[in-house]
């Protein structure tokens, strides 16, 4: 009876350990072989090298990943249903009953749609498409038939609470969904871009509150300014944010974007930024110089 117990805990001991070297084999060496295959899944060499619209907002990028398909139909057509897209909107074109399970569903055909819907065409800069009830991205170039950029890090989609997590966030025991998606939102990005307007001679809160949320997902990056106000160009709010950057360890560049009396660039029609000559030059000085230092800071964090 002795020898019978042994002899099972053995064999179970075998398979727990057999399946501990499948999964650490499974997820540490799988995906770096599997990688420049999943990567570029469908592209040719030339479409993977190629330049395309929204790279150049991405200077930093670490990770780039480029898929193609073949679809017999006009570009018009292709991109209504891509704009299409989202949670509460066409779906995902993929396995329903998987968003169902993450929650990214709630799809206005009650399944991804097989149809143009007319209601969730035109898309424009300035958008959010949801993926969940917490992550949402912002639409930053919306180019009919031709191309549709999204991207991650508003304060808006982001909608974090005040902050209230019961530890500090240097040690990231995060426990509000909202807190854990910022994380990994931040975490993602070697640099960043910070838009921010003046309130009262100070910085706003909520970019105050997004900046206190996190601690080592800051660490060693650098931010560069895109400030905007009255007189003052929102230069105010931009020198005060730099100081709790600092405490945070992110490098702010000197480079800047400061746009004053921002209503007046506005179009008073579309109400679209209209900019000017002078900003794009300083936008291309602040982000050549936001990517030198974002290589360089990359090696502090390794
Ligand atoms: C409460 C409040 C305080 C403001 N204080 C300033 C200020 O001190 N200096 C300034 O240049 N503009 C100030 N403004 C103007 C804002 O910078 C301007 O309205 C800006 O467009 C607001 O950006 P937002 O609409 O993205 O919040 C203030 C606006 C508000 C609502």
């Not at 040719?44 to 907002?57: I, Q």
């Not at 230069?235 to 005060?240: C, G, H, V």
């Not at 600092?246 to 179009?267: N, R, Y």
Request: charged fraction near 20%; glycine fraction near 8%.
């Amino acid at each position: 009876m002795g020898s019978i117990i042994l002899s099972t805990a053995k064999w179970i001991a075998i398979v727990v350990v057999v399946l501990i070297v499948v999964l650490v084999v499974g997820v540490t060496l799988v995906p770096p072989v599997t990688r420049r295959f999943t990567d570029r899944w469908g592209a040719t060499a030339a479409e993977h090298s190629a330049a395309y619209p929204g790279d150049d907002l991405f200077p930093a990028t670490r990770e780039i990943s480029t898929k193609a398909i073949t679809i017999a139909a006009p570009p018009e057509t292709v991109y209504a249903l891509v704009q299409q897209m989202g949670q509460h909107r066409g779906g995902w074109y993929g396995w329903d009953w998987f968003y169902n399970l993450t929650k990214s569903s709630d799809f206005v055909d009650g399944h991804y749609s097989t149809r143009i819907v007319p209601e969730l065409q035109g898309v424009a800069v300035g958008d959010k498409i949801a993926i969940n009830d917490m992550v949402a991205y912002d639409v930053v170039v919306a180019d009919p038939g031709r191309a549709l950029v999204l991207a991650t890090g508003s304060l808006k989609a982001a909608d974090l609470p005040m902050l209230s997590e019961p530890d500090h966030p240097r040690l990231k025991k995060y426990t509000h969904p909202a807190t854990l998606t910022w994380s990994a939102t931040i975490a993602a990005h070697d640099a960043f871009v910070i838009v921010t307007p003046e309130y009262n001679h100070g910085a706003p809160p909520a970019l105050i509150n997004a900046l206190d949320q996190l601690y080592q997902e800051w660490n060693y990056k650098p931010a560069g300014f895109v400030s905007y106000g009255g007189v003052s160009a929102g230069l105010r709010s931009a020198a005060m944010t730099k100081s709790i950057l600092t405490t945070l360890k992110v490098v702010p560049i000197v480079e800047t974007v400061a746009i004053p009396h921002f209503p007046t660039l506005l179009d008073r029609e579309t109400g679209r930024f209209m900019g000017s000559e002078g900003l794009e030059k300083s936008a291309v000085a602040m982000l050549k110089e936001l990517a030198r230092w974002a290589g360089a800071l990359r090696t502090l964090r390794a």
